[in-house]
Nanobody
Framework: QVQLVESGGGLVQAGGSLRLSCAASGGTFSIHAMGWFRQAPGKEREFVAGISWSGGIRNYVEFAKGRFTISRDNAKNTVYLQMNSLKAEDTAVYLC??????????????????WGQGTQVTVSS
């Protein structure tokens, strides 16, 4: 029911920043927890960050803490991932996801059942 489209990826030098956006349509965006994942070639898709339906709870994996910030603007049906101090190892396709259920907290392990196609982030070393 929820359709997601990512944007904002690109090529950036190590140490630089990017702001990814995920626009949602359909469903009831404002009551779904949201998350960002990434996947590099030959590697498993991994959780990066999540945010609760209310925006009051944010979750990050260790490598994202202090560098990445997830936020949401429910009035615009959009979730963001601000990425600072980017490293070459951050290179991946970044995907937006929505919790299959409502009123969730966006924790790692959440059943993120709705996915965008992804946006490529390439960090040059």
């Amino acid at each position: 029911q929820v359709q997601l489209v990512e944007s904002g990826g690109g090529l950036v030098q190590a140490g630089g920043s990017l702001r990814l956006s995920c626009a949602a349509s359909g469903g009831t965006f404002s009551i779904h927890a949201m998350g960002w994942f990434r996947q590099a070639p030959g590697k498993e898709r991994e959780f990066v960050a999540g945010i609760s339906w209310s925006g009051g709870i944010r979750n990050y994996v260790e490598f994202a803490k202090g560098r990445f910030t997830i936020s949401r603007d429910n009035a615009k049906n959009t979730v963001y991932l601000q990425m600072n101090s980017l490293k070459a190892e951050d290179t991946a396709v970044y995907l937006c996801a929505a919790d299959r259920f409502t009123l969730g907290l966006g924790q790692q392990g959440t059943d993120f059942g709705f996915w965008g196609q992804g946006t490529q982030v390439t960090v040059s070393s």
